[in-house]
């Protein structure tokens, strides 16, 4: 069964190991726990779950929430939600990321994970959804698009999407 969990500061090695997959930087897509031991790590959870209640928040920074993807109990990817859209993210990334496991892509977990992202930025009462895509990254495009998302303008570099 595919369904979402919120990062909690008792998440284990499971995902843990599934951050060190995933590089530090795909397509603008920044997982900040690659290359970290699992004391850091574990650190690193703390900091995360106190940024998702817009605590101890860095100078600029906006509320944002990481969520895992599971497949019944294996973690195959995980998705970030910032509150508010900032000049930045309305430039690069937008305010929904995600990326999913080298071992688990190509098997449509991004198309369920966006969707999922989706549902809670609406319960989070997130106003507004942007979503920005480098044009060398056609399956994030693919993934956007059949989540519904409308396509508001593109620049020599990437694509813009919004959502209902
Ligand atoms: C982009 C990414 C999230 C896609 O994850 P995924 O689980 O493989 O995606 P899905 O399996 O849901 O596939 C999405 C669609 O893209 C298509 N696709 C996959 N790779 C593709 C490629 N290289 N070129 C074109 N389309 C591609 C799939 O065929 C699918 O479309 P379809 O169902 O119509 O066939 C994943 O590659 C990833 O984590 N990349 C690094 C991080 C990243 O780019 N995040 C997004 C930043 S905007």
């Known amino acids: 069964m595919i369904k979402l969990e919120q990062l909690s500061i008792k998440d284990d090695y499971k995902v843990y190991e599934m951050l060190q997959r995933i590089g530090s930087c795909e397509n603008e897509f920044k997982n900040t726990a690659h290359g970290i031991s699992y004391e850091e790590y574990l650190e690193w959870l703390k900091i995360q779950d106190d940024w998702s209640r817009g605590e101890n928040l860095p100078k600029d920074y906006v509320p944002q929430t990481i969520f895992w993807l599971f497949d019944d109990d294996v973690p195959v990817g995980f998705g970030k939600i910032r509150h508010r859209l900032t000049n930045y993210s309305r430039e690069i990334g937008g305010n929904i990321g995600y990326a999913i496991d080298p ?33 060398y990254n056609p399956a994030s495009k693919n993934v956007i698009e059949k989540n519904g998302g409308k396509m508001i303008s593109e620049n020599e570099y990437r694509w813009y999407f919004s959502f209902d």
């Open 103 to 135: 071992y688990y892509r190509g098997k449509g977990y991004a198309t369920k994970l966006l969707a999922l992202l989706i549902d809670k930025a609406k319960e989070l009462k997130v106003n507004e959804i942007l979503l920005s895509v480098e044009k």
